[in-house]
Structures are given as C-alpha cells and as structure tokens.
C-alpha cells in the first residue's frame, strides 16, 4: 500500500500533511534521487495550474530536484498533458505537475510523468515512498543541478494541438464557447481554436490563485450551457482546472459527458477503419446504456477500474488507442500519451466537420440509461466490504433493479468521499435506490 500516492498522484488539503512545503522539499529530492540512480544526469521539466499555492510548491519542488543533482525546466502555468507532451519534447527524464485537478483552490497536489510521457507505475511509485523514508542529503555543490525556464514551451503545445486536426479540414463557421475553468489552459484554448478557424468565446479565462474551477469548468457546466444557449452557439466546451478532463454542450445547452464524447469519437474511427482492435477501453462507471451501444456497433468495450492511469494501463493490454472515463478523462493514444482535453475536443470537432452533422445528432446515436451519483462526504475511512447494513441494501436495491440496472459503491481515490452510484431504466427507482444507499452512509 502505498502511503502517499492515490488514484492520480499525492493530493490533498495545503498546509495539511503532505501537503506542506517541507513535504514537496523532500518529495523532489526522492523523486531525483531515484531519477539519479538510472541516469547519469537527470533532468525534470515543472508545469503548474493556476492556483495560488502552486509558486510555493513549485519552489519547494525545486529546490528537491537541484539538491539531488538534477537539472529543472521551468514551464509555468501549464495543462497536465502539456507537460506530457513537453516531457519528450524537451527529452527530460521526468514530467512534474503541480495540480489538484479539478478540486477547489484549497487544494494541491503533484503528479507525475516518465520520460514517454507516461503515467509513473505502481513500482516507480514504490521507489519514491521508500526513498521518502531516507534521511535527505543534498549532493555536493558541483553536481548540484541547474534551472531554467523555457519560453517557448506555450507556442510548442499549441502547435501539438492543432496539428491533431485532420490538416485537411477547418473550423470556420462553427461558433464555440469555451470555459477554461480559471485554470491552466486560460492562455492556449483560444488560440488553439481560433486558429484553426472557429470564432471563439472563452469565459472564465481570469484565474486569481483563488477561483480555479469555481461554480465553471468540467464540473460545474451550468453557466457555459447557459452562454450557449444565449449566444446561440453550435457547441461548448468545458476544461478543468488542469485541462484533462473534457465536457462538451450541444446548440440546446444540454450536456454531453465523456462516455458520450468517447462514443462519437469510437463509431467515427470504427466507420473510418482507424479504431485500432475496434476497442474502446472505459471503466466500472461506464453507462449501462453506452456499453450496449457499444455491442451493437460490434465494438469490443473493456472495463478498467476507475482512474485514466488504469484506463491507460488496459489500452496497452489490450493494444487500444482509445479509452475514457464520463468524467471526462479521454485517451487518444494515436494522438498523446495521456487525457488530453483539447485533443478530445479537437477529435470530436474532427467527426462533426466530416459528418456535417450537430454535436446535438451525434450525441442522440448513443442512449445513455438513467444514472444518479450522489457523493457523501465522510470524516474517516469506512470499510465498504464490512458494512452489512449497507451491504444488504444494495443487494435489496440489486434485487430490485433486476438484470436491467447495477450499483457502484466506492471510495474516492482523491477526494474524502464515498460515491454511490444507481443505474436502470426506471429513473424513479434509480433515484429511490441511491437516496437510500446514501441514507445508511449519513
């Protein structure tokens, strides 16, 4: 068991254990410290959102890497598949985000990518927390490392970005709105699409430290659905603070989410004949609903546990090159080697162009079943599997749904919470189900 690392990285409440300067001091001295024991003269490159604590760990991080004799590349604010992206680019050894994804302000954490821009794993991981339990001792002040700061890393991104549109194509005419959540993709969204031909709208572009994804972004697309509706608009687009997560608005304002988004993506590439091993990888929280989709399309659906880093592990099992998650996390893997939402969006755009179609048409090929997800807050950690009340309850609620519906109780791998999720054909059950599951955990 790891003590540090979650589902996506370390993340918590700043100023809260380990979540604290000291901590990211010593995490980036680790970190280099296993780096040095591979290479002979390591080097990181380190992006950040847009949240006020992120020059404090940014610092703190660092001062780690230069004390275990590697070399810093400084990027700035900068979206988590950026600094993907920019990682081999830059031919670091290592990718640093520090992030708490779509979390509020209050929060910050890091992750972490290799050299191909991948995801750590479960064993670099494990390399990391052990070296963390060792006395930090700096190397001597010639091998200490060296930092700078690339400026041109935004333009490099940007260009990465457009040049996964099909070049042959454009998007003038089309009027989107773009919500960047006051985070990281602020300052490279409107370029992206605007370049490529869109005319563009972008709001909450003006990130204090304080406001990242508050009441906007990925998680909160009530305000874009309502500016699409009032522009009139053909679609929206929402980020979230770190530009990994993708949610898209259709011409009506109504919200399309990412196993939606990766369906589109799927019966487009499988009619084109590029959905390598016609496979899509998506997780236990994939709708019931887009999975028999998926089975009428003939299109084989792989189930990961929830997290991309284990979506990602299940598309190189089973040589896939797309995966997501409805929260969006989306995977183009012939395109980046991480969730990348402005590459998403791009491959969705691509498909509306070539079909000429609405985003409203496409998204009323795959019918979704009624889900309802309620989140509990809890105070400390509730073993699931030895709760017999609730245990009970759910197979009542099982019983009751029949083969036509499922339940999913888990544990967040990033936040304090438990989320309950009910799903079926009869709405009203599916609401009377979860309220009840949730009632025994309050």
Known sequence: MNHYFGTDGIRGEVGIEPITADFFLKLGWAVGSVLAQKNKKPSVVIGKDTRVSGYLFESALEAGFLSAGVDVGLLGPMPTPAV???????????????????????????????????????????????????????????????????????EHYIDFCKHSFDKNLNLSGLNIVVDCANGATYHIAKDVFSELGANTTVIHNQPNGFNINLDCGATNT?????????????????????????????????????????????????????????TVVGTKMTNLGV???????????????????FVMQQMQQNNAILGGEGSGHIICLDQTTSGDGIIAA??????????????????????????????????????LLQHQALQQAQLKVENDLGGAGRVLIRASGTEPLIRVMVEGKDLNLVQQSAEALVAILR
Not at 131 to 137: D, F
């Open 346 to 383: 791009l491959q969705v755009l691509e498909v509306l162009v070539k079909s000429g179609k609405t985003l409203h048409a496409l998204k009323s090929e795959v019918q979704k079943y009624p889900q309802v997800l309620i989140n509990v807050k809890v105070k400390e950690k509730i073993d």
């Open 84 to 154: 993907a992206y920019l990682t081999q680019t830059y031919g670091a050894t290592a990718g640093v985000v520090i992030s708490a994804s779509h979390n509020h302000f209050q929060d910050n954490g890091v992750k972490f990518f290799s050299d191909k821009g991948l995801k750590l794993s479960s064993q670099d991981q494990k390399n990391i927390e052990e070296q963390l339990q060792q006395l930090m001792v700096s190397v001597s002040s010639e091998n200490i490392g060296k930092a700078i700061r690339h400026e041109q890393s935004l």
């Open 222 to 278: 009530q305000n874009l659905q309502q500016v699409v509706v009032e522009k009139k608009a053909d679609l929206g687009i929402a980020f979230d603070g770190d530009g990994d997560r993708l949610m898209m608005v259709d011409s009506q304002g109504e919200l399309i989410d990412g196993d939606e988004l990766v369906f589109i993506i799927a019966k487009a590439w499988q009619s084109q004949d590029r959905l390598k091993n016609n």
């Open 291 to 309: 999975q028999h989709s998926y089975k009428d399309l003939n299109i084989n659906f792989i189930e990961a546990d929830v997290g991309d880093r």
